[in-house]
């Protein structure tokens, strides 16, 4: 069986009981005798002893071969031989106590990155390519909710705009008085308080 194979095998296993603070190392560079290392804590005896027996089934369920299990009359420290990976099931104060992690983790798997990757290839792999992501309902209702609620700013009018538009609708013979613009207003009131300071400072 394959090393990524077995190895998530082994940790749906553990999640599947309920075991606490998972995790796994690659061991390959450190002992020729096992690639990965799985190391999980049960809360009680019968925690871990249930830890031990699922990680067993569903090895076997897949055509995976278990060597030995050793640790299950007392339920203080499980292993579980599975020939290229070993899973320690301790509980919480045996696992303090010989610190297994300072031995064997150098080389720590991130669990939930590798189990990204192993659900991408296999969608990937059965439709040829990898599957566009989806939006649910709700939310794609929402989003176009919101581009209909969204007010539509009108657009503005320009002063000549305005003026062209009262000249042309305006009777012949008849002159139309346009109110001039701000700016043109500010620009002729600008230069008459210039000449009043100027007269005042002479």
């Not at 991408?120 to 992501?133: L, N």
Request: proline share 3%; net charge positive.
């Amino acid at each position: 069986m394959d090393i990524k194979k077995l190895q998530k095998l082994v940790i749906d296993a553990l999640e599947d009981v309920k075991a606490h603070d998972i995790r796994a190392f690659d061991t390959v560079h450190l002992t020729s005798l096992f690639d990965r290392m799985t190391i999980a804590s049960g809360t009680s005896n019968r925690q871990t002893k249930a830890l031990a027996a699922s990680v067993r089934d569903k090895v076997k369920e897949n055509g995976g071969t278990i060597v030995s299990i050793e640790g299950e009359d007392t339920g203080e420290w499980v292993l579980v031989d599975l020939g290229e990976m070993i899973v320690h099931i301790m509980q919480p104060a045996i696992r303090d106590y010989y610190r297994l992690e300072e031995i064997w983790g150098e080389k720590e798997i991130k669990l939930g990155a590798a189990k990204r990757t192993s659900k991408r290839t296999a969608s990937a792999s059965e439709d040829g390519e990898a599957k566009p992501k989806r939006t649910s309902r709700h939310l794609a209702a929402s989003r176009a909710k919101d581009d209909e609620d969204e007010p539509k700013k009108p657009a503005r009018k320009t002063a000549s705009k305005t003026a062209a538009k009262k000249t042309a609708a305006a009777p012949a013979g008849k002159t139309v008085k346009v109110a001039a613009t701000k700016s043109a207003t500010t620009a002729r009131k600008a230069p008459a308080k210039r000449a009043s300071s100027r007269t005042k400072a002479a």
